[in-house]
């Protein structure tokens, strides 16, 4: 075979695992969509407001916690549970290189509590927590070894593009299953169900989707073995030697917290719009589920779009204007009038334009900052950062309405993350972070 050969098929083979890895977006996004996005929040709300007392007061562990904020620390609580497990699981993906076993462990333990979210009904809020728990925890575990991929698989200087049409894949899932979900719920009668037995069921088809399609990336994705098989009891271990590595790339140290920042407002924002909708705006679940459809299809628009302006202008000017339309945007939510569902539509507008794209390009920038060879670990720190470290808004978020009983104090809590986002990742310069992580420098980042 001539050399030519040989690159063409290295190249087709590369595109193929290319298309695979897209399709773990593919699965998975359905679940933070239908189910920590749309149904599950202000459903299990509902249920714990038909366990609470006669204050509004449900008591896990003897506890007492208002009915309205058991969503947001169900949230902070899997998050709490992510960053536990996450560092084993990134040094056993770097210390054996069987990343495909893992990332399927993870997958079918998400997507197993995902479906059981069906036998949510009553007063079995617990059950709804947990659940909640382990399914998020999950599927932030499993983004540690699926992002690992993309260093691996995506040459430098076409990470922005494949990174975006990731999320893009993610986010017509997610438009795809809104579809079904709205026409269930909407006609739920015609199809002989109760309002509450069609929301169990559309939680439950997440967790099928998302059993379903993670079988084509474990198809397509190859593990690349390395010569090191420890055990993964050394996760910790392998976290601490990945912060003192840090600390000789405070750079890549420097992104990774301006990304915490502002990430966590984003996820927040993600998990607790519904609940914003539905408990302060008194809107419906049909237009919940309409506002949120146009958030995916827009996001898929607005992933690809602002990986096209990152080529032009940079990954990092890119992210930067972004931060400044989630403030806008966020703080225009705060005025929202109640029962207004065409204001809020515009809201979500707005929020889809910039979701997808300042979540994929962040993931690209932050590939070109791993030392080579490291993937996996420093993933695993960048994931405490996507959806690992993100407990203190929703935490925020809680307390906030916790002692305001106001959603919209809630909400206007969050711009903070995004101000004090831009104003970090302003000062980092990522030319130089790139050079200092043995990287070669794009001509455009």
Request: net charge positive.
């Amino acid at each position: 075979m001539s050399t030519t050969d040989t690159v063409r098929t290295a190249t087709t083979d590369l595109r193929r695992e290319q298309r695979g890895w897209y399709f773990y977006d593919w699965a998975c996004s359905v679940y933070s969509t239908s189910v920590l996005t749309v149904f599950l929040g202000p459903y299990l709300t509902a249920v714990a407001r038909a366990a609470a007392d006669a204050d509004g007061f449900v008591h896990p562990l003897g506890i007492p916690v208002r009915a309205g904020s058991f969503f947001a620390y169900c949230v902070s609580a899997s998050v709490i549970v992510s960053i536990v497990v996450m560092p084993l699981v990134g040094a056993a993906a770097d210390r054996t290189g069987r990343k495909k076993p893992l990332l399927a462990a993870c997958a079918y333990v998400g997507a197993t509590a995902t479906t059981g979210l069906f036998f949510l009904s009553g007063d079995r809020y617990l059950l709804g927590g947990l659940l909640l728990i382990v399914a998020n925890s999950s599927v932030a575990v499993s983004m540690v070894v699926y992002n690992s991929y993309l260093p691996q698989i995506a040459p430098p200087e076409d990470r922005d593009r494949v990174s975006s049409r990731g999320w893009a894949f993610g986010y017509a899932a997610g438009s795809s299953m809104l579809i079904v979900n709205l026409v269930l719920f909407t006609a739920h009668d015609s199809f002989g169900v109760s309002e509450s037995v069609a929301v169990r069921i559309c939680l439950a088809s997440a967790g099928l989707w998302w059993g379903a399609f993670t079988l084509v990336p474990l198809k397509r994705l190859h593990d690349r073995r390395t010569a090191s098989a420890a055990p993964a009891v050394h996760g910790w271990r392998q976290l601490a030697s990945t912060v003192r590595d840090m600390r000789g790339k405070p750079l890549t140290l420097a992104f990774l917290l301006a990304y915490l920042i502002y990430n966590d407002g984003i996820q927040t924002v993600i998990s607790q719009a519904s609940v914003y909708g539905s408990e302060e705006l008194g809107l419906s679940q049909s237009t919940l589920i309409t506002a949120v459809l146009m958030v995916q299809v827009l996001a898929v628009a607005g992933a690809l779009g602002m990986g096209r302006l990152a080529r032009s202008y940079g990954a990092k000017r890119t992210i930067l204007g972004s931060l400044v339309a989630w403030t806008v945007t966020l703080a225009a939510g705060y005025f929202l009038p109640a029962g207004a569902p065409v204001w809020f539509f515009v809201l979500a507008a707005g929020i889809g334009l910039v979701l997808g794209g300042s979540q994929a390009l962040s993931r690209s920038l932050f590939s070109h900052l791993v030392p080579p060879g490291k993937e996996a670990e420093y993933f695993s720190a960048y994931e405490m950062s996507d959806r690992g470290m993100s407990w203190l808004g929703p935490l925020l978020f809680g307390v906030t309405y916790q002692l305001t009983g106001s959603y919209r104090d809630a909400i206007i809590s969050l711009v903070a993350f995004f101000v004090i986002g831009f104003a970090l990742l302003a000062r980092v310069p990522v030319r130089r972070a790139i050079h200092d992580a043995g990287n070669p420098v794009p001509e455009m980042i």
